[in-house]
């Protein structure tokens, strides 16, 4: 067994949890989101009732079917609203949910709001001209050309059916993932075109003081977030730590770390575990921001992370020269040690999974013998790290288990040749202690959901399991 290991790993600072950058996440931080969250539904439905929409859906007749497209005309605004702000990168939603949660919340109010505004425009028609009119598409049409802010409403409504229609998984597996990317951000076209016929002629917006105050305010929240913390906080961060390449170096077949350094990297909010979108600024199509984790732990001097090639975006980090300016955003990812007090620890990675965890080797304060590593990984070749994994066996007593083999032909986290075994039980047999553990998983989505599910059946709380998802 080799005792060598890059300096990265060789000689930490005295240990602070990293605590110093970025302190830990409150609980209440979650709880709060999701309260904050369902009240604005509240609000508006509130608000509402109150501009008299019940009496009006309770009356019948075609004012009710007005009332009640105005209702969902509202929640399509609020969810549509909210969702923004999920996206946003706001620190403190990014800390208390993660990327990968916050993605699929992001996904189901998108489609809601969707369906919602369906709802809306169909019995806002009703509504105004009757069920029982003769030339339905006619009357839409007259509304359109009719009241004020309708067209730019419209044009709205067909980015945002452009955005549901490529979100749909069928048509997003044959998307490129960048062409993908780029027609989601119409999303905020559509937003910003739906607005003013909500300011325009929308009841519940101008008749009533509070109303008009609420919806200003969440239209400026959102879009102050977005400015703030999607161009505000990046633009600052590479001007204030100015990243470049510092060497490249071939870990083995399809794999390459990338050595950065940067001014007052000390300051730089990052943990162990984190991930930054990265833009490499050597040629065309550097614009292409890719998510990589850190893979080594960030101590104030340099970042490292390791890429693995799989298309274009991640073949090009292989040819990066030193000196080469790289663009951050970010830190992301809730998979940190920041909520570890000590005691057994268990990690499971497979594949290219491996990076993050590694560089949470080297941050958590576990004693030897507590921290267990579950490398899964189809072949020998593929294993990433073998020397500086090594390294953490022999001077901070880490037990590094190798799972190898091809994929198993059910949903498992386990190898084809280990699949008769139940997953939980896998678990438990490798790692006994494992419901009072400490647990981190990363990996591929499948592969994920199979090891999460088995950590739980093994007894593992939902508080002790921290997951990162390297697809979303
Ligand atoms: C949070 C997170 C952390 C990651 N950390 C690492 C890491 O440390 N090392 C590593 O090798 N890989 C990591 N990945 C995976 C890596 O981002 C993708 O492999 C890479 O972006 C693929 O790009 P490509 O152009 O080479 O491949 P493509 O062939 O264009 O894409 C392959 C697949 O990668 C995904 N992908 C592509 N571009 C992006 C993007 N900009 N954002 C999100 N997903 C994308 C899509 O699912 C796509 O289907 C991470 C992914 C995530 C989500």
């Known amino acids: 067994m080799t005792a060598t290991a890059p300096p990265v790993h060789r000689a930490p600072a005295p240990y602070s949890g990293g605590a110093d950058r970025l302190p830990a996440t409150p609980r209440w931080y979650a709880d709060a989101g999701g309260v904050a969250a369902g009240l604005t539904l509240l609000i508006v439905t509130a608000l509402w009732v109150g501009n008299g929409g019940l009496q009006q859906v309770g009356g019948g007749g075609a004012d009710a079917f007005a009332a009640a497209g105005r209702l969902t005309g509202l929640w399509a605004s609020d969810l549509l609203l909210l969702q923004v702000l999920l996206m946003a990168r706001v620190p403190m939603v990014e800390r208390a949910f993660g990327q990968d949660r916050l993605a699929r919340w992001h996904r189901w109010t998108g489609f809601t709001s969707f369906w919602l505004m369906v709802a809306h425009i169909l019995l806002i028609i009703i509504g105004y001209r009757g069920a029982d009119s003769p030339h339905f598409l006619g009357e839409l049409w007259d509304l359109i050309w009719t009241y004020p802010g309708m067209l730019l409403a419209t044009a709205g409504t067909l980015a945002l059916v452009m955005v549901v229609v490529t979100s749909i998984r069928l048509a997003r597996r044959k998307l490129r993932y960048e062409s993908w990317h780029l027609l989601h951000l ?141 663009l951050i955003e970010g830190p992301y990812g809730k998979l940190t040690g920041e909520s570890y007090r ?3 620890v268990v990690m499971l990675a497979c594949g290219i999974g491996v990076t993050p965890l590694l560089s949470l080797l080297g941050e958590l304060p576990y004693a030897p013998g507590e921290a267990t590593l579950i490398y899964r990984a189809r072949t020998q070749a593929e294993i990433a790290f073998r020397a500086e994994l090594e390294w953490f066996a022999t001077h901070r007593g880490v037990r590094v288990i190798y799972l190898l083999g091809p994929r198993a032909d059910r949903p498992s986290w386990l190898p084809a040749q280990h699949a008769d075994h139940a997953d939980a039980e896998a678990l438990s047999t490798i790692a006994p202690w494992i419901a009072y553990s400490q647990v981190f998983v990363c990996g591929p989505e499948g592969w994920t959901d199979a090891a999460r599910t088995a950590a739980r059946d093994a007894g593992v709380a939902p508080e002790n399991l921290h997951t990162e998802l390297f697809a979303w």
Not at 198 to 209: C, S, V
Not at 246 to 259: C, K, N, Q, Y
């Open 186 to 326: 119409y999303a905020y076209a559509g937003v910003g075109l739906a607005l003013p016929h909500q300011l325009w002629t929308g009841t519940d917006f101008i008749g009533n003081k509070v109303a008009t105050a609420y919806w200003w305010t969440l239209y400026a929240v959102s879009a102050g977030a977005v400015v703030a913390y999607r161009i505000g906080v990046p633009v600052w961060r590479n001007l204030r730590h100015r990243l470049v390449v510092d060497r490249v170096v071939a870990e083995g077949p399809g794999l390459t770390s990338v050595h950065l350094r940067g001014r007052n990297l000390a300051a730089l909010p990052v943990r162990a575990g984190q991930f930054f979108q990265w833009r490499f600024l050597d040629g065309p199509g550097w614009s292409r921001a890719h998510p990589y984790s850190l893979s080594a732990t960030p101590h104030g001097h340099g970042l490292r992370i390791t890429v693995k090639t799989l298309g274009d975006g991640s073949a090009r980090v292989a040819s990066l020269r030193p000196g080469t300016r790289a």
């Open 342 to 344: 000590g005691g057994p």
